[in-house]
């Protein structure tokens, strides 16, 4: 199993450029989580989906938007790109059962916005 | 809401020596708690969990960590840390039904030779 991957692992991108950041998972889960790390300030939650057609706001939603299509994939996509969404980005899966529901997290992809 | 706090931003240790990170949580009922291991570079790693029985929990990579209901706390502990344990660590809580858990900012760990 390839785990969760992403791509791109780094880009930079222009004020007011769009962009998708692929995430995608070979494990079956049903969740899927994207944050954002910024230095000192653990990770946020931008968005998450409980499975294929359902997507939910997190913490940091503004200026991004998901969807999910099909169980393995989960793209963010950033509109009209601002420097304050120079962030490395984490794509996250987890499953659920009664053990506890573990997150397994991609390598992520390091943005910067000038 | 849960919540939680990772007093320590950098803890800085000789190798070999023992190590404690801590982790404070707030929710009201029985958690479900994590510690992650983020390398330079890499995404975050499961080391250990919690969410029901034995309060000692035994993780990867010779980690263990004990679950505190009194004091709500889930601190991570080696006896011996190895110059490749230098990394962040995140501890996390959810809440039982929810799938969404809450991250702490993370304690940052320096090895010295």
């Known amino acids: 199993n390839a785990g969760v991957t992403q791509t791109p692992k780094f880009r930079i991108l222009k004020i007011g450029q769009s962009m998708t950041l692929q995430c995608a998972q070979d494990m079956n889960h049903n969740y899927m989580y994207w944050y954002r790390q910024d230095p000192g300030m653990g990770l946020k939650l931008i968005y998450y989906s409980v499975g294929a057609g359902i997507t939910d706001k997190g913490e940091v939603p503004n200026g991004y938007n998901v969807s999910r299509s099909t169980t393995e994939d989960f793209p963010l996509r950033l509109e009209l790109a601002a420097p304050s969404q120079t962030s490395v980005y984490f794509c996250?899966?987890?499953?659920?059962?009664?053990?506890?529901?573990?997150?397994?997290f991609g390598p992520g992809t390091r943005l910067t916005v000038t | 809401a849960q919540s939680v706090t990772q007093p320590d931003i950098h803890i800085t240790v000789s190798e070999g020596a023992s190590l404690e990170l801590r982790c404070n949580y707030s929710y009201g009922a029985t958690p479900y708690l994590f510690w992650y291991v983020q390398s330079p570079g890499q995404g975050l790693q499961l080391l250990l969990k919690y969410f029901s029985g034995d309060t000692l929990v035994q993780g990867i990579k010779g980690f263990e960590a004990e679950f505190k209901r009194s004091q709500s706390s889930f601190n991570l502990r080696k006896p011996s840390v190895h110059w490749s344990d230098a990394a962040e660590y995140f501890c996390?809580?959810?809440?039982?039904?929810?799938?969404?858990?809450?991250f702490g900012r993370g304690t940052s760990l320096i090895v010295h030779p």
């Open positions: 996250a899966s987890s499953y659920s059962d009664l053990g506890g529901y573990e997150q397994y």
């Open positions: 996390a809580v959810g809440a039982g039904g929810s799938y969404i858990p809450t």
